[in-house]
Nanobody, 121 residues
Framework: QVQVVEFGGGLVQYGGSLRLSCAAS????????MGWYRQAPGKQRELVAT???????NYADSVKGRFTISRDNDKNTAYLQMNSLKPEDTAVYYC???????????????WGQGTQVTVSS
C-alpha cells in the first residue's frame, strides 16, 4: 500500500508565491515519476508538471517559467514552487506517484487527496 499526501496549499494574492510539498510513503520499492496535476471547478484535471527519478522535468505551457518541480529521491518527496501566481492558477492541486511497491515489485499509481490553491486578484 502506497499513500501520497500533499501539503502547502492556501490563499495567496496575484503575483505571489506558494510551495507545495508531496510525500509518498508505504511499501515503496521505487518511484519512477512524481507529478502535480490540478483541477479547477468545472474543468478536467490537467497536468501541471512531472519529474522522473533522473530529474527530467515536463511542464504545462501555462506554467513554464513560473513553476518549478523538484524531488528528493531519498525522502520520496516532490515539491512544486509556484511563483507569479495568477487567478487562473486557482485549483485543487493533486500529487501523483508512479512506481513499484515492495516486496513483490508490483506497479502502483497513487494519488493524494489534493490541496486547494486560491489566487486572489
Amino acid at each position: 500500500q502506497v499513500q501520497v499526501v500533499e501539503f502547502g496549499g492556501g490563499l495567496v494574492q496575484y503575483g505571489g508565491s506558494l510551495r507545495l510539498s508531496c510525500a509518498a510513503s508505504g511499501s515503496i520499492f521505487s518511484i519512477a515519476v512524481m507529478g502535480w496535476y490540478r483541477q479547477a471547478p468545472g474543468k478536467q484535471r490537467e497536468l501541471v508538471a512531472t519529474i522522473t527519478s533522473g530529474f527530467s522535468t515536463n511542464y504545462a505551457d501555462s506554467v513554464k517559467g513560473r513553476f518549478t518541480i523538484s524531488r528528493d529521491n531519498d525522502k520520496n518527496t516532490a515539491y512544486l514552487q509556484m511563483n507569479s501566481l495568477k487567478p487562473e492558477d486557482t485549483a485543487v492541486y493533486y500529487c501523483n506517484a508512479v512506481g513499484q511497491s515492495r516486496p513483490a515489485i508490483i506497479p502502483f499509481n497513487a494519488w493524494g487527496q489534493g490541496t486547494q490553491v486560491t489566487v486572489s486578484s
